[in-house]
């Protein structure tokens, strides 16, 4: 009998993919053994793609392997890779299986960066050969009809699966060789094919008439089918359409064959006679109509000799009537094929190359975990160093502790000492000097640096611009202004930070000058810094009362606090845990994943014990700075230079939480202020405090502008 169909492979131009991937892994994974390992395994595709698509391939079953294992790979770096015109930037270009081209053209080629192309065309290579393989396959042996048939099976899934995926994956009108058309009609050629070999097994095993009849009918019903589907359109090699259609007869004269010996042993003669002749006819058809494509020389034999037996019979013995045609009771029939459905993996000596990658969907939801996290912490250092600012604002306006450690005159407040350290251990004035000279020269870098990267934009839009017009309708890249749109907004958005920049320097520079020959008195020595300050009045000092004692216990436990604060803040830092299983996890199980859910439950197991004292941490200094006020005035009478008022406290206390970055100091109270009228207090007024005082309440306020 005739060769079986066998589909061309399409063609392809070399690609190096271990480039634009490794650039990829260098700039989204952190460099070590695994970066290394996922950048050899990108090379290792590279080689495997040249070894399955760059070479002509052997009609058998080790390259099909290859090609197998190469389709596996595809589908496996698929969710691991954003290919785009954007991001992994690699172009495919194939060449139509079934163009031949012309003499002054070469053969209809399609180039897209879409992994979803080459994926569909390196399956469609793995139908076509497929196909050829299952053609060489000897059917004079169980074991080769077996194996055509698996085959046949495969590359009819094969191209079935190309027609359901192929639009969606391309979003492009694709080739004619891959159109849901084409490989349609070729998935019924492959399941034809295969019901064929099924037939001539069946025929070879000798099995009974009536399923004989019934596989043959079926596979006649696959090739009419297939010849329906293409007859009208130009899609296959012309060489095609007159085998489908010499197939089809072909496969319903051993049809009708086998259901007249049926007829005859059921002594229905005339029912055999005249199914014979619809058989005879049908071989007459393919004889003067596809005799060049297919011979039927012993088919026809064998039903003519058939035929004249039964004639003779019927005209000597039974004389039977010979029924029309159109009377006869249909064949019935038998599929035993089924395409193979494309599931992964196709190779069974698959090994996925990056198995230890994450995919895209879980690097996303880490992304956006790690997110979540940062906020979250963020906001709880926020709120415990704003709680600190404002207690520190407080208390600096309250002249605490230095008021109370600064009682007797004798030695510079331990508060001022250390923070003076710490002044000094930074660097001083001078460092802040440096920083400030330093500001208008990063300013012009970053100006620089957005310059030139809207230049490059501008460049490449340009470029753009100037292919389309060239090419036209042949220019299929996404354009310039829509590819790179987020780009320039983010430009944009940085252009304005940079213009809000120079407000905030200005303002930081002036506030710096105001504070600056203060922050220079802290760089001193302590002899220095102590000779600096006028000593206080010890006839106005208030050692040893209970209220300072209570005060000195108020102030302990709030810095108790912040060393809590301090702890809790190095705690909410420390915290680290690995999401990909409990992701991946997820995401085998129900086969999508919602991060949100995991993610909030996960962090309050991580942090929700953390935050619970971060709130105790801001209740208890509430409570702390209440009891502070309420002691502060308390003592006023006999304190002056302590003495606040609590309506000014609630003010300032306001004032620091809206503008935690510039605290603002309430007026001096009416105390301390000459009345209307230029006269001085009398000498029963309550006492100005001391010049020690006026100076260490202006370190404080200068220690305040640095956050110490």
């Known amino acids: 009998m005739a060769s079986f169909i066998t589909v061309q492979l399409k063609k392809t131009s070399e690609v190096d993919l271990a480039k634009p991937l490794c650039k990829f892994i260098q700039q989204t994974y952190p460099g070590g053994e695994s970066q290394a390992e996922h950048c050899r395994a990108a090379e290792e595709l590279s080689k495997l793609r040249k070894s399955a698509l760059g070479r002509t391939l052997d009609k058998h079953e080790s390259s099909l392997e290859t090609l197998l294992r190469y389709y596996d790979q595809l589908c496996s770096i698929e969710p691991k890779f954003p290919f785009s015109e954007n991001q992994i930037c690699v172009t495919f270009t194939w060449k139509d299986a079934f163009d031949k081209g012309s003499l002054f053209g070469g053969s209809v080629k399609l180039a897209l960066a879409s992994l979803g192309y080459e994926k569909t065309c390196v ?23 077996k194996a055509a048939a698996k085959y046949y099976q495969f590359a009819s899934g094969a191209f ?214 940062a906020d979250l912490v963020n906001r709880s250092i926020g709120q415990m160093r704003e709680a600190t600012n404002l207690a520190n604002g407080v208390l600096a306006s309250l002249n605490l502790p230095a008021a109370i450690e600064d009682v007797s005159g004798d030695s510079i407040p331990q508060s001022i000492l250390q923070k003076s350290k710490s002044v000094i251990e930074q660097g001083g004035v001078e460092a802040i000097d440096q920083l400030m000279k330093d500001l208008p020269e990063l300013l012009q870098r970053n100006r620089e640096i957005l310059d030139e990267s809207l230049r490059i934009l501008d460049e490449e839009e340009a470029t753009d611009n100037e292919l389309k017009n060239k090419f036209k309708e042949r220019w299929q890249r996404t354009s310039s202004n829509d590819l790179y749109k ?157 003495f606040i008022n609590v309506f000014l406290l609630r003010d300032l206390q306001q004032t620091i939480a809206r503008e935690p970055s510039a605290p603002s100091f309430p007026p001096v109270p009416a105390y301390q202020t000459v009345p209307s009228g230029g006269n001085k207090p009398s000498a029963s007024s309550t006492p100005t405090p001391a010049p020690r005082t006026n100076v260490v309440n202006e370190l404080n306020r200068s220690i305040f502008f640095l956050k110490l």
């Not at 399956?123 to 009809?145: H, K, V």
């Not at 193979?340 to 880490?366: C, G, N, R, Y």
């Not at 106005?540 to 102030?555: A, D």
């Open 123 to 145: 399956l469609f290579n793995c139908g076509a050969l497929t196909s050829q393989i299952a053609s060489e396959q000897n059917l004079d042996s169980d074991e080769g009809m």
């Open 160 to 373: 079935q699966h190309i027609k359901d995926t192929v639009l969606s994956s391309l979003n492009r009108e694709p080739t004619v060789d891959i159109s849901p058309d084409t490989v349609g009609t070729l998935s019924l050629i492959m399941l034809a094919q295969g019901q064929e070999v099924f037939f001539l097994k069946a025929t070879r095993d000798k099995m009974k008439d009536a399923i004989i009849a019934k596989l043959a009918n079926q596979a006649a019903d696959y090739y009419g089918d297939a010849f329906k589907q293409c007859q009208y359109k130009d899609t296959l090699p012309k060489e095609v359409f007159p085998l489908l259609a010499a197939k089809h007869c072909i496969m319903q004269a051993h049809a009708e064959y086998h259901q007249s010996v049926l007829a005859k042993q059921q002594k229905k003669f005339g029912e055999e006679i005249a199914r014979l002749q619809h058989a005879a006819d049908l071989v007459k058809t393919v004889t003067s109509r596809y005799d060049e494509y297919i011979n039927v020389k012993d088919l026809s034999d064998k039903i003519n000799r058939a035929l004249t037996s039964a004639k003779k019979d019927n005209d000597f013995i039974y004389h039977d009537r010979v029924p029309d045609l159109k009377d006869l009771e249909p064949i019935g029939k038998v599929s035993l094929v089924k395409a193979t459905p494309i599931t992964i993996p196709l190779s069974q000596k698959f090994t996925d190359l990056f198995e230890k990658m994450v995919p895209m969907a879980i690097q996303q939801a880490l992304a956006v975990y790690n997110q979540r996290k």
């Open 486 to 642: 987020s780009l320039r907004a983010e430009g944009t958005n940085f252009r304005n930070v940079l213009d809000k920049a120079v407000q905030a320097d200005k303002q930081v520079k002036e506030r710096y000058q105001s504070h600056r020959d203060t922050i220079s008195l802290l760089c001193k020595s302590e002899q220095e810094l102590n000779a600096a300050i006028p000593p206080a009045n010890p006839a106005k000092t208030i050692q040893g009362s209970e209220v300072v004692n209570i005060l000195k216990s108020l102030l302990a436990s709030l810095d108790e606090v912040k060393k809590q604060r301090e702890q809790l803040e190095n705690d909410l830092k420390s915290v680290s845990f690995d999401m990909t299983s409990k992701f991946l996890t997820a995401l085998a199980q129900d086969g999508a994943l919602n991060e949100e859910a995991i993610s909030v439950i996960e962090l309050d197991n991580l942090y929700g014990h953390l935050t619970h004292k971060v709130q105790e941490t801001l209740k208890k200094q509430e409570e702390l700075l209440n009891t502070i006020q309420v002691q502060n005035h308390s003592n006023s009478p006999c304190s002056p230079s302590i």
